[in-house]
């Protein structure tokens, strides 16, 4: 394949300008014609000057020991910016010998980052979870209830500076029961403040989705007004702790229904419903619990 560029000829030497910048590591030949053939003058490689990169993979989520089978997303967290276009082909889904899952995963692109592209969301098939439609009934469902998994993110990833990872990253879950229900906040275990402990607890009934657990979730005082602090989603993604700036007076937990655990099913709806049951979605943005007095 012939690289596009110009010659600069001077009085005893021709230079060639790339119209692009060749990629670092590459040999390029150079071949001239004599009496009417093509021959090898010589071969140039372009040096790899790039800094080794010391982005690493701080977090693969979900941060519990095990899934439901019917799980539908983890997410990957970088400890840098990230190139967009590298993650196809890098993250796989193993079975319990280390053997890629074949058609487990929604294919990429688009890759789905964060505005700082340094989170990746990645989906199973949604065709395979889903009981009844066509790839589900085919090839079965993505996972099976005790099986385990592992979630493999190879080194060949790029950083924004177009760098691979000095090493890959690699988390491994247990498989257990299927969930399929919406989430019901009312069963969940709340402690409100007292005097000894000016926090939030909420303990949820399962491992909810960490990123919409940081969106979803606004502690209220009794005006009904966000009152501003610090979150945190811990203990094998079922607990919930807020602390507020200063001293507040908190009587509202205010939920987006768009809250979702890590089957996909939110506070509004069940996300693989079977149709023969009641349709229990819930005609709501937000659910609001209050302080008991």
């Not at 990429?108 to 066509?134: C, F, S």
């Amino acid at each position: 394949m012939t690289t596009a560029g110009s010659w600069e000829q001077t009085s005893d030497a021709a230079r060639f300008v790339p119209r692009y910048p060749p990629a670092p590591g590459i040999e390029l030949v150079v071949v001239g014609r004599s009496d009417d053939a093509w021959r090898e003058l010589t071969r140039v490689r372009v040096s790899d000057s790039r800094a080794q990169s010391q982005t690493v993979v701080e977090l693969i989520e979900p941060d519990v020991g095990s899934v439901p089978a019917n799980l539908l997303r983890f997410a990957i967290t970088f400890s840098s910016e990230m190139e967009d276009g590298s993650a196809a082909g890098s993250i796989h889904l193993l079975d319990h010998a280390r053997v890629e899952l074949p058609g487990t995963l929604l294919g990429m692109p688009p890759e789905l980052w964060n505005r700082d592209h340094r989170r990746l969301t990645v989906l199973l098939e949604p065709g395979r979870i889903k009981r009844g439609l066509q790839p589900n009934v085919q090839a079965g469902p993505p996972l099976r209830d005790g099986d385990t998994i592992t979630v493999a993110v190879d080194s060949e990833i790029r950083d924004a500076s177009g760098s691979p990872l000095p090493a890959g990253a690699i988390r491994a879950y247990r498989v257990e029961g299927a969930i399929r229900s919406r989430i019901d906040p009312r069963l969940w275990e709340i402690a409100w403040p007292n005097e000894h402990d000016d926090s939030l607890v909420v303990r949820f009934d399962r491992p909810l989705d960490g990123a919409l657990v940081r969106r979803c979730l606004s502690a209220l005082d009794g005006d009904g007004r966000i009152v501003p602090g610090l979150a945190t989603h811990e203990q094998d993604a079922r607990t919930w702790t807020f602390t507020p700036a200063e001293r507040a007076d908190l009587q509202q937990l205010r939920v987006d229904t768009r809250l979702e655990d890590l089957a996909g099913n939110s506070v509004r709806r069940v996300f693989d419903r079977d149709l023969a049951d009641a349709d229990e979605t819930l005609d709501a943005d937000n659910v609001t619990l209050r302080r008991q007095p």
